[in-house]
Nanobody, 119 residues
Framework: QVQLVESGGGLVQAGDSLRLSCAAS????????MSWFRQPPGKEREVVAK????????YYADSVKGRFTISRDNVESTGYLQMNNLRPEDTAKYYC????????????WGQGTQVTVSS
């Protein structure tokens, strides 16, 4: 089992930056792939970024490519999502998730952290 707790969300203006953190505990975080998802108001959940266990593979949704950076610190058992040049359409609840690989559905999910971007 992996327990995940997100933090770092908040209310910002368009163009601002935020860094989300995902603190993991339990089973070895370093063995797991990690992902960030988001669910905008009234819409379905969508994947934002993924990273494999070593950090050698990263995936980004087209909508965030060039603005968001996913990273991880396996020593600290923490994942990150650096979000720059935020836009109102980035407003959503953001969730981190962990699983066996970047190609499988994550098994473990955090409770989410709200990000609101005003124009």
């Amino acid at each position: 089992q992996v327990q995940l707790v997100e933090s770092g969300g908040g209310l910002v203006q368009a163009g601002d930056s935020l860094r989300l953190s995902c603190a993991a505990s339990g089973r070895a975080f370093g063995d797991s792939a990690m992902s960030w998802f988001r669910q905008p108001p009234g819409k379905e959940r969508e994947v934002v970024a993924k990273i494999n266990w070593s950090g050698s593979y990263r995936y980004y949704a087209d909508s965030v490519k060039g603005r968001f950076t996913i990273s991880r610190d396996n020593v600290e058992s923490t994942g990150y999502l650096q979000m720059n040049n935020l836009r109102p359409e980035d407003t959503a609840k953001y969730y981190c998730a962990a699983g066996a690989s970047v190609t499988t559905t994550p098994l473990y999910w955090g409770q989410g952290t709200q990000v609101t971007v005003s124009s």
